[in-house]
T-cell receptor, first 115, second 115 residues
Framework: SQTIHQWPATLVQPVGSPLSLECTVE??????LYWYRQAAGRGLQLLFY??????ISSEVPQNLSASRPQDRQFILSSKKLLLSDSGFYLC??????????????FGPGTRLTVT | KNQVEQSPQSLIILEGKNCTLQ??????????LRWYKQDTGRGPVSLTI?????NTKSNGRYTATLDADTKQSSLHITASQLSDSASYIC??????????????FGKGTHLIIQP
């Protein structure tokens, strides 16, 4: 069976500090990978998605970047955090896109608080 | 612009009672509609996914309906339990033609079950 891991579970960082959130998927190959942010009282916002190693697409211009160094590893980073980066960050995976939207499976999330 | 509107924003019901959550969407071209359950501080978990040709789908005490003509969906919860307390998110997928699944997320309905 497939599992998706995220860490850390919670993180408190000062403004201006760097960020690195990691997501890994087990039990599947060549998944599509996604990073979402969920702010309080708002819906999920897609930040980045990846269809393969080194292939990253950004949905929203922002202070964040993403990388996919391995097939089942997805990293969300920032060089300098802003207060507005606070939120609940979710990683998700789906089977390789072939023209029809497939079910997405979400990780447990990382609660980021920027102080 | 693709949009998903959910109502009510929040709902409180007594344990054992039934309830219905609503989702209206303006997403085109429509591919499928999903309902997710998100416990506080956790990642969303899929309840149902329906394509254009399906107008009802059940998952235990959860029954989703879809009217593609009026672009409305509902999620009916029968004999509610305390564990049903969560946010319920409606997600509509547009045919994205090569992009990231073309998902539009609703802001969710926050459901509280009281004993």
């Amino acid at each position: 069976s497939q599992t998706i891991h995220q860490w850390p579970a919670t993180l408190v960082q000062p403004v201006g500090s760097p960020l690195s959130l990691e997501c890994t998927v087990e039990g599947t190959s060549n998944p599509n990978l996604y990073w979402y942010r969920q702010a309080a009282g708002r819906g999920l916002q897609l930040l980045f998605y990846s269809v393969g190693i080194g292939q990253i697409s950004s949905e929203v211009p922002q202070n964040l970047s993403a990388s996919r160094p391995q097939d089942r590893q997805f990293i969300l980073s920032s060089k300098k955090l802003l207060l507005s980066d606070s939120g609940f960050y979710l990683c998700a995976w789906s089977v390789t896109w072939t023209g029809t939207s497939y079910e997405q499976y979400f990780g447990p999330g990382t609660r980021l608080t920027v102080t | 612009k693709n949009q998903v509107e959910q109502s009510p924003q929040s709902l409180i019901i007594l344990e054992g009672k039934n309830c219905t959550l609503q989702c209206n969407y303006t997403v085109s071209p429509f591919s499928n509609l999903r309902w997710y359950k998100q416990d506080t501080g956790r990642g969303p978990v899929s309840l149902t996914i329906m394509t254009f040709s399906e107008n009802t789908k059940s998952n235990g005490r959860y029954t989703a309906t879809l009217d593609a003509d009026t672009k409305q969906s509902s999620l009916h919860i029968t004999a509610s339990q305390l564990s049903d307390s969560a946010s319920y998110i409606c997600v509509v997928s547009a045919w994205s033609g090569g992009g990231a699944d073309g998902l539009t997320f609703g802001k969710g309905t926050h459901l509280i079950i009281q004993p």
